[in-house]
C-alpha cells in the first residue's frame, strides 16, 4: 500500500469490486478456493462488519488481521490496475504474477511455501522500483533495474527475489540468489515478512513502535547472518542485499482498526566489496533514497 493511505470500509468494498472486474477484463480467472478470493470476499463483508461490530475496541482483533491481509494484498493490486487504466497496457511478467495470486494460497500468517507469495513479493518488489520512476522490467533472474538513467555504463541491474519463510533457509535462498545473479550485477531481495508473522505484536503505542519493530528486527537478522553475506559480498556475487519487512499492527489511539507498516533496507560492505560493485551499489542506493542502508 501506499505510504500513509487510510483506507475506508467504503474504499473497501469498492476496490473489491475493481478488482474483480480488473481480472474480467485481463482474462485472468480467480480460483474461488484461492486466498485471493477469500480477501475479496473479507472486503465486501467490512460494511456489514462495520454494523455488527460498531466501535472499535468490539472489532474481535482476528477479524481485523484478516482485513488488514486483505486490503494489504487487494491494493497491491489495485495499483497495477490503476496503472493499467493509464497506459491500457499491462507487463506480460506481472500478468502472470497475478495469475498466481488469483489461482493458489497465500496465508500471510502461515510460513508455508506458496507460489502466490512469492508471486506478491516479486509485484511488491517491482512496484517499489516503478514508484521511484525507474525503468523496471521482468526477465531474468526476476527484476531488471535499468541503471543507465544516473551512469550510462551500467545498464541493467538484476534483483533476485526471495519470499523467506523459515530462517533455516536463508542460507540456500542466498546461495539460489548468487547463482541466479551469476555473470549479472544485481542485489538479492528478501522479504521477511512471514518469518516475523508469528512473533510480532499486535497492539503498539504508536506507528513508530512498529517501525522500530521491524528495524530492530531486521537488524538483527543480518547481525545473525552479516558473515555469510559479508562472503558472498568479499567474493563478488552480488552487490548487496535489499530486505524488508511487514508486519499488522493495532495502534492505540489511532483511527483505523488495524495498519500494515512495511520497513526496508539495504545492506552492504564496501570496505570489502571489489570496487566495481561498490560503485554499481552506491549508483543503486541513491534511487533508494529515504531508506536506511547499512554500510561499514
Not at 467504503?10 to 482474462?27: D, H, S, T
Not at 512473533?199 to 537488524?219: A, I, M, Q, T, W
Not at 547472518?225 to 524488508?244: A, H, I, Q, V
Amino acid at each position: 500500500m501506499l505510504p500513509h493511505e487510510i483506507i475506508t470500509y467504503a474504499k473497501m468494498n469498492e476496490r473489491a469490486q475493481n478488482l474483480k472486474a480488473f481480472f474480467k477484463v485481463i482474462n485472468i480467472i480467480i480460483n474461488p478456493s484461492s486466498t485471493l478470493a477469500r480477501y475479496i470476499k473479507e472486503l465486501e463483508s467490512t460494511q456489514t462488519l462495520q454494523i455488527t461490530y460498531p466501535t472499535r475496541d468490539s472489532f474481535p482483533l482476528d477479524a481485523r488481521i484478516r482485513i488488514a491481509h486483505a486490503c494489504y494484498v487487494v491494493s497491491a493490486i489495485d495499483r497495477v490496475r490503476e496503472r493499467y487504466q493509464l497506459t491500457k497496457e499491462l507487463n506480460g511478467g506481472v500478468k502472470e504474477l497475478l495469475r498466481r495470486i488469483a489461482k493458489n494460497q497465500m496465508d500471510l500468517n502461515d510460513s508455508g511455501l506458496s507460489k502466490a507469495k512469492n508471486a506478491l513479493w516479486e509485484l511488491e518488489v517491482f512496484r517499489y522500483f516503478q514508484d521511484r520512476d525507474l525503468e523496471v522490467r521482468f526477465d531474468e533472474p526476476d527484476i531488471i533495474v535499468d541503471l543507465s538513467v544516473v551512469n550510462p555504463a551500467f545498464g541493467d541491474y538484476a534483483v533476485a527475489c526471495k519470499n523467506i519463510t523459515s530462517i533455516e533457509n536463508v542460507e540456500n535462498q542466498l546461495s539460489s540468489a548468487c547463482e541466479q545473479l551469476a555473470n549479472k550485477f544485481g542485489i538479492a531481495a528478501f522479504n521477511f515478512t512471514n518469518y516475523l508473522a508469528e512473533s510480532s505484536p499486535r497492539n503498539l503505542s504508536s506507528h513508530f513502535e512498529g517501525v522500530d519493530y521491524l528495524s530492530s528486527n531486521l537488524k538483527v537478522l543480518i547481525s545473525r547472518f552479516e558473515k555469510l553475506f559479508c562472503k558472498k559480498l568479499e567474493d563478488g556475487r552480488l552487490d548487496g542485499l535489499m530486505l524488508s519487512a511487514t508486519a499488522f499492527f493495532s495502534v492505540d489511539g489511532a483511527s483505523t482498526e488495524m495498519d500494515s507498516i512495511t520497513h526496508t533496507c539495504f545492506f552492504f560492505r564496501p570496505n570489502i566489496q571489489p570496487e566495481p560493485a561498490k560503485e554499481r551499489f552506491r549508483m543503486f542506493s541513491m534511487l533508494m533514497e529515504g531508506q536506511n542502508v547499512f554500510a561499514h
